[in-house]
C-alpha cells in the first residue's frame, strides 16, 4: 500500500519568509510525528499527534514552529519568520499504536534551505 | 536523560567482509529500541525492533540482537547494495512516544 508521503520534497525560502510543509500519514494511522534531520545531526522530535488527544509539542524549538493535524489524517508543519538555522530535512513518521506495540514509518522528507 | 550513541560513525567494508555496528543507549525503562535503514536523499526505512535483552531478529544478511545497555547490529558477508547510514533509535516508557536516535553509522561495502 502507499506509505506515507510528503510535499514539497525541496524548499527555498529566503530568511523571514513562513513555510508550510505538508504530511500525507499511512491511511488508518492514527499516531503522526514530525522529526528534524540537520546535517551531520541525528533526527530530533519536533511534535506528535495521536488521535484526537492533545499533541505533545515538547520538541518544538521555538514558538515560530507550529503544526496541526486536520481529520486526524493530513498534518502540516509551519515555520514563520524563518531563519538559516531552520535548513534542514523535516521529515514525518506514522504509526499504528496497538497496546504498547508500535512501529514508526517515514516519509522520503522534505529539504529546506532557508537563504 | 535519555540518550543513543553509535559506534563507529563511519565503516568501511570489502564486500563479503562481515562487521557489526553498535548502538549503546542509557533509557529511563527501555519500551523498544529500533534499527532504521537511510539511503541518501531518503527517509528512513525500517529495519527491526527489539522489546527485551536477549531478543534477536535477522532479515537477510542483517541480525540485530539487545542486551540491557546495548544493541548490535551484524552484517554477514554484506554486499554493495548494504551501503547506508544505519540508524539506532530508542523509545523510552513511561508514555513517551517519542523516538531518540542516534547519529548513525554510515556504512560503505566496496566489492
Redesign the interface.
Known sequence: GAG?SQSPSNKVTEKGKDVELRCDPISGHT?L?W?RQSL??????LI?F?GNSAP?KS?LPSDRFSAERTGGSVSTLTIQRTQQEDSAVY?CASSL?QG??????????TRLLVL | EDQVTQSPEALRLQEGESSSLNCSYTVSGLRGLFWYRQDPGKGPEFLFTLYSAGEEKEKERLKATLTKKESFLHITAPKPEDSATYLCAVQAAGGYNKLIFGAGTRLAVHP
Not at chain 1, 40 to 45: C, S
Not at chain 1, 101 to 109: A, C, D, I, K, M
Open positions: 506515507v499516531a510525528y522529526y551531520g545531526q541525528g533526527l530530533e522530535f506528535y495521536q505533545d520538541g521529515l499504536l504498547a506495540l508500535e512501529t514508526q514509518y517515514f516519509g522520503p522528507g
